[in-house]
């Protein structure tokens, strides 16, 4: 069974650009979520889709936005990318249904984007 | 809001021997998960173990078990006959079982190495 795929790994942009990272989750799985990983702020939520709806979102400006597709492949999009968006991307996807809340979530190996 | 703190910013320990990763958390939750990740050099986070809160037995996974201790707050990693294999960055992480969805809240992680 194939893991979470993170595409692109590695990415270099330039301040004032912007960006989409892809994600394809475990087959099956239909929550996805999101984290950005910097050394300074560590690991933080930015948002969670499940059946192509936003579930939840983290505290991030309205520069990142995600959505996901009916295959539940996701994308997260940002704008006007800032030097402090540098960071290493993390995707995660899991079974979660409505009713479940315990199920393991499975991380892809994340997108290091560089803004220069 | 939940936090996790990871104390240890570093700790080192001697193959086969047994090592304690620290983590406290904060909630005003009663009913909610509690995970140990693993992030080696290839970025992959791994799930080590888990705990669901409302369980008062200690989670134990081949050399790997918890100290859960619900009423201080604090959820610590054991590592049992260390292998170089286990030299990695390891996050205590907490999720809600109240809300949907697979939001999790990260600590700062701990750089384990493994001295052979």
């Known amino acids: 069974k194939a893991g979470v795929t993170q595409t692109p790994r590695y990415l270099i942009k330039t301040r004032g650009q912007q960006v989409t990272l892809s994600c394809s989750p475990i087959s099956g799985h239909r929550s996805v979520s999101w984290y950005q990983q910097t050394p300074g702020q560590g690991l933080q939520f930015l948002f969670e889709?499940?059946?192509?709806?936003?579930?939840n979102k983290g505290n991030f400006p309205g520069r990142f936005s995600g959505r996901q597709f009916s295959n539940s492949r996701s994308e997260m999009n940002v704008s006007t990318l800032e030097l402090g968006d540098s960071a290493l991307y993390l995707c995660?996807?899991?079974?979660?249904?409505?009713?479940?809340?315990?199920?393991?979530?499975?991380f892809g190996q994340g997108t290091r984007l560089t803004v220069v | 809001a939940q936090t996790v703190t990871q104390s240890q910013p570093e700790m080192s320990v001697q193959e086969a021997e047994t090592v304690t990763l620290s983590c406290t958390y904060d909630t005003s939750e009663s009913d909610y998960y509690l995970f140990w990740y693993k992030q080696p050099p290839s970025r992959q986070m791994i799930l080590v173990i888990r705990q669901e809160a409302y369980k008062q037995q200690n989670a134990t996974e081949n050399r790997f078990s918890v100290n859960f201790q619900k009423a201080a707050k604090s959820f610590s990693l054991k590592i049992s006959d260390s292998q170089l294999g286990d030299a990695a960055m390891y996050f205590c992480?907490?999720?809600?079982?109240?809300?949907?969805?697979?939001?999790?809240?990260f600590g700062a992680g701990t750089i384990l190495r493994v001295k052979s």
């Open positions: 995660a996807s899991s079974l979660l249904g409505i009713h479940d809340s315990g199920t393991e979530a499975f």
């Open positions: 992480a907490y999720r809600s079982a109240l809300e949907y969805g697979n939001k999790l809240v």
């Open positions: 889709y499940f059946s192509e709806t936003q579930r």
